[in-house]
């Protein structure tokens, strides 16, 4: 008896999904067989198992590859393609819970081809914030945005505000990441707009929108930002807002390598409100921040002591981490402490490909000019000047050009 044959006279009550499955284990195909770029194994899974109807596009391919006639595969639907669409993204969701990132980027992007497929706005809405965020976690940064935008441009007016604001945050975050400043400033602007007067959104979007400003070298269109910050959480009188603001107006100054007498008032006024608030986060970015002050304040130990500190609040693959090591870097540097220099450097490069942060490369790169221009070795550092360059040119961070100019500029 033929494959085909023996399918035809299985009971009607299989599901889709069963046959399929029975087909796929009667050949001894895995289900790597079965997938294709677009259909994902994590997906195909969710068909075995009766979590997922799939579109007649796909049966047709399930059909070629098992060498079946598509009506071996069709049987009555038990659930309507809406249903069908909806466990995939409540499959997608539950992957979110569980930190099972990759599969939940595989199925929520399925999904998001599905619902787009058909138009479900509202579906298309609940799934935009969890997709931004594990493309986002799993590296897949520019995917994140794309889809994040496109998103936000079908979505007619009468979708769920939450689910809106979700995924303008969301999005505004990974533009961020690929250091397209203004647009996410725009996005987080217009959070702001549809806030419908909730000051903690509306609090939180000032700092995402400072910090855009900070990074475009834009300061004191940033430090009035986050003065508005400043009289919102005096509305607010939580401790959490309050360090926050403070590190960040310190940063303003912290950022052009000054250290005037109000930047140590708020430092102190920060270390005290993240205390208060019992947020370690927050007390770790005072304690760089103070680093930073004592380095530009040319006060070499105490700025090692808080550095070295700051480092032990944080994970060592971080971002964070590795822009405390710059600084670290820098201060060993000025003392000509080469070893213990060129070590930091080399970490920096290490953190860099382990999270893929090609910013990370470039501020390695840059370092490590200034470590041969301090050692007088000019050929060596222009190689390095190039480097640092051709990164920060690559990532769009004009800030940073603009500061290895400056720097390769006071050489001698």
Same mark, same amino acid.
């Given at each position: ?6 399918? =035809? ?14 087909? /796929? ?11 294709? #770029? ?59 819970? =569980?930190?099972? &990132? ?23 809405? $609940? %799934?935009? #914030?969890?997709? $931004? ?13 794309? *889809? ?31 250091? &397209? ?44 930002? *986050? ?59 005072? %304690? ?44 060993? %540097? ?18 860099? /490909? ?17 470590? &041969?221009?301090?050692?007088?070795? =000019? ?5 390095? *000047? ?10 769009? &961070? ?15």
């Amino acid at each position: 008896m033929s494959v085909v044959e023996d399918v =035809k006279i299985r009971p009607a009550s299989l599901t889709v999904g069963d046959r399929i499955r029975n087909l /796929r284990l009667m050949q001894g195909l895995s289900l790597e067989a079965l997938a294709t #770029p677009g259909l994902p194994v994590s997906v195909i899974e969710l068909i075995e198992t009766n979590q997922c109807v799939p579109p007649d596009d796909w049966i047709r391919h399930f059909a070629h590859v098992l060498g079946v006639d598509m009506s071996a595969l069709i049987c009555p639907p038990k659930v309507s393609l809406r249903q069908a669409a909806q466990t995939l993204c409540e499959a997608g969701h539950d992957a979110v819970i =569980k930190g099972r &990132h990759e599969d939940a980027a595989e199925i929520l992007s399925q999904a998001y081809q599905f619902t787009r497929a058909y138009h479900w706005h509202d579906l298309l809405a $609940s %799934i935009g #914030p969890d997709l $931004s965020q594990v493309l986002q976690l799993t590296g897949q940064v520019s995917q994140a945005a794309d *889809f994040g935008l496109h998103i936000l441009l079908s979505l007619p007016a009468h979708v769920d505000a939450k689910d809106r604001h979700h995924t303008l945050i969301r999005t505004g975050n990974a533009l961020y990441q690929m250091n &397209h400043f203004a647009m996410a400033a725009v996005l987080y602007d217009q959070v702001i707009s549809e806030a419908g007067g909730d000051e903690r959104i509306v609090m939180k979007m000032l700092l995402n929108t400072g910090l855009c400003y900070l990074n475009m070298g834009q300061f004191h269109q940033a430090y009035q930002t *986050f003065e508005q910050c400043w009289d919102i959480a005096k509305q607010l009188n939580e401790s959490y807002w309050l360090a926050w603001t403070h590190i960040d107006l310190a940063a303003c100054d912290l950022m052009q390598h000054q250290a005037k007498p109000r930047t140590r008032d708020h430092l102190e006024k920060a270390e005290e409100f993240a205390l208060a608030a019992h947020d370690q986060a927050a007390y770790a970015a005072v %304690i760089h921040d103070r680093g930073e002050y004592y380095l530009y304040q040319k006060q070499w130990k105490k700025a090692e002591t808080c550095l070295i500190d700051a480092l032990g609040y944080l994970r060592d693959d971080s971002a964070s981490y590795a822009f405390i090591l710059d600084d670290l870097a820098e201060l060993y %540097i000025h003392r000509r402490y080469w070893r213990k220099a060129q070590k930091i450097i080399q970490r920096m490069v290490k953190i860099s /490909r382990f999270i893929h942060n090609e910013r990370i490369k470039g501020l390695a790169h840059r370092r490590q000019m200034q470590w &041969h221009l301090s050692r007088q070795q =000019k050929d060596e550092a222009q190689e390095y *000047f190039y480097r640092a360059l051709s990164v920060f040119n690559q990532i769009g &961070h004009q800030l940073e050009v603009q500061q290895t100019l400056a720097l390769w500029s006071q050489s001698p």
